[in-house]
């Protein structure tokens, strides 16, 4: 896998988002990944999910765009929940507080969970 290189796959079952995100989130695809995952987003869900196991680096412009996101979902009232977040990734997120203000689970049933 190039490491530079951006994947976001999107699925939708009942009414929640299910988004996972291979590669770096950083100033060069931190838009792209806002974009994608907004545009992925039917008025009619209730949940979004986004799945971080194979996220390799986020910088704060990636944060800034999972924030921007999370802000956009509550202004709607949709549920939002990260997932599977590596170690390295969950520090980051960590140190910038962000876990205080987004819901972070270990697996992808436990997010369901959560939105659902």
Same mark, same amino acid.
């Given at each position: ?51 971080? $196991?194979? /996220?390799?680096? #986020?910088?704060? &412009? +990636?944060?800034?765009? !999972?924030?921007? =996101? ?17 170690? $390295?990734? /969950?520090?980051? #997120?960590?140190? &910038? +507080?962000?876990?205080? !203000?987004?819901? =972070? ?12």
């Amino acid at each position: 896998m190039n490491t530079q290189a951006l994947q976001v796959d999107s699925s939708r079952d009942n009414n929640i988002l299910t988004v996972t995100v291979t590669g770096r989130i950083d100033g060069l695809t931190a838009n792209e990944f806002e974009s994608n995952v907004t545009a992925a987003i039917e008025t009619d869900d209730s949940g979004v999910i986004i799945g971080l $196991s194979d /996220l390799s680096y #986020i910088s704060s &412009a +990636g944060l800034r765009s !999972i924030l921007m =996101i999370a802000k956009t979902l509550g202004q709607r009232k949709v549920g939002f929940v990260l997932y599977s977040v590596p170690d $390295s990734i /969950l520090e980051i #997120i960590k140190i &910038a +507080g962000f876990d205080r !203000i987004i819901d =972070i689970v270990s697996d992808q049933s436990e997010a369901l969970a959560k939105v659902t």
